[in-house]
């Protein structure tokens, strides 16, 4: 590898804001100039992947749609033509490069079970371990709403998280994170977010023009990625070398960076990212609430849980609440819901949920 970078596993998300003009249309000129930098880094040594939107807007100009549609059937019809546009469109760019990419279509049940999470991981190794760029996109084809990714940011921090990528490059239509509306001139770009920073006074809660996130979307996933030990970087990707500026060590570009905590165990990624898939919720007393939250590395015990909501079987994603039902992490538990009940409150049991298998946030 090439001298000069912060990190060589990188994840790259490029938004739809990126690759779509104002008024609607494709910029091409834009995708050209992003594939020219990922084929630079590439051959400089970088592991990549790609994670892309863009599909429904590649859809939307190639369609003109005279009746009326809800809103996930509009989805579906234009990520269907889109992402066949969309993979081409790199395919052939990549292509110039002598880069030979790969399409990895998939929906959030696919991180729900750890079985589909390392059967998806592993389809990815295997491209990048044959020189393969692995390109990712959410399947809205049959995606319905409430088993859609909040949006690809979301997406993009399981697969950074899922492949133990080094650093996670979110690149948007704006510098960064600002401390005020991007539009205000007193505004400036928040360099760098350290470990446990709050920035709820500072987000913009609406939506970007083409995709479904924003920037509180960007900043919730940024900082859980940043929590698992990866680096993310929120930057301009309609900026000139941007990827090259936001990577390489000697640059000192506008953007914002989230510091990464320590590392955690890819079995702690994958639950940290498993709160969609929880089948039950563990209620727990005032003193396991603490226990938890503490330096110390605690499992959950019996003895400390009051009530258990659903029901579960072994091994599946659970919530665990405090006393007064905020949420204090999520655990595989090592307990059916039917077995757990008559143990409740009671000592010397074995864990609900091992300290191995359990997230705190």
């Not at 590649?58 to 546009?85: I, M, T």
């Not at 940043?226 to 990707?237: K, L």
Request: negative net charge.
């Amino acid at each position: 590898m090439a001298s000069g970078y912060r990190h060589k596993r990188i994840a790259i998300k490029i938004g739809s804001n990126v690759l779509v003009r104002r008024d609607g249309t494709i910029d091409t000129d834009r995708m050209s100039a992003l594939v020219d930098e990922i084929a630079g880094l590439k051959k400089d040594g970088l592991e990549i992947i790609l994670i892309s939107s863009g599909a429904v807007a590649f859809g939307r100009n190639e369609l003109k749609v005279q009746d009326k549609l809800d809103s996930v059937s509009q989805r579906q019809l234009f990520s269907a033509v889109g992402q066949a546009k969309l993979i081409n469109r790199y395919y052939e760019l990549f292509r110039k490069h002598g880069i030979v990419c790969g399409q990895v279509l998939t929906m959030k049940e696919t991180f729900g079970t750890r079985q589909h999470y390392l059967n998806q991981k592993n389809c990815i190794s295997t491209m990048l371990s044959h020189g393969v760029l692995p390109i990712v996109n959410e399947n809205d084809t049959i995606s319905v709403t409430e088993l859609m990714f909040t949006d690809n940011d979301e997406l993009s921090g399981l697969i950074a998280t899922m492949m133990d990528m080094e650093s996670l490059v979110i690149l948007s239509n704006i510098d960064g994170i600002y401390s005020g509306h991007p539009n205000d001139p007193t505004s400036e770009v928040i360099r760098r977010v350290r470990h446990g920073a709050d920035l709820t006074d500072y987000i913009q809660t609406g939506k970007s023009d083409f995709g479904r996130g924003g920037m509180l979307t960007k900043c919730n996933i940024a900082r859980k990625v940043a929590d698992e030990g990866i680096e993310v970087v929120i930057a301009n990707g309609k900026k000139d070398q941007i990827l090259h500026d936001v990577l390489e060590t000697a640059k000192d570009v506008v953007c914002t960076r989230f510091e990464p905590a320590e590392s955690i165990s890819s079995v702690k990624k994958w639950i940290a990212h498993s709160d969609g898939f929880a089948k039950g919720e563990i209620l727990v007393n005032e003193g396991a609430a603490a226990a938890l939250r503490g330096d110390e590395a605690r499992s959950l015990l019996l003895v400390g849980v009051t009530e258990i909501r659903g029901d579960f079987e072994k091994d599946d994603i659970v919530r665990i609440l405090d006393p007064e039902g905020i949420q204090i992490g999520i655990g595989r538990t090592q307990y059916s819901s039917e077995e757990a009940r008559p143990l409740i409150g009671q000592k010397n049991e074995k864990p609900l949920v091992h300290y191995d298998f359990l997230y705190i946030e």
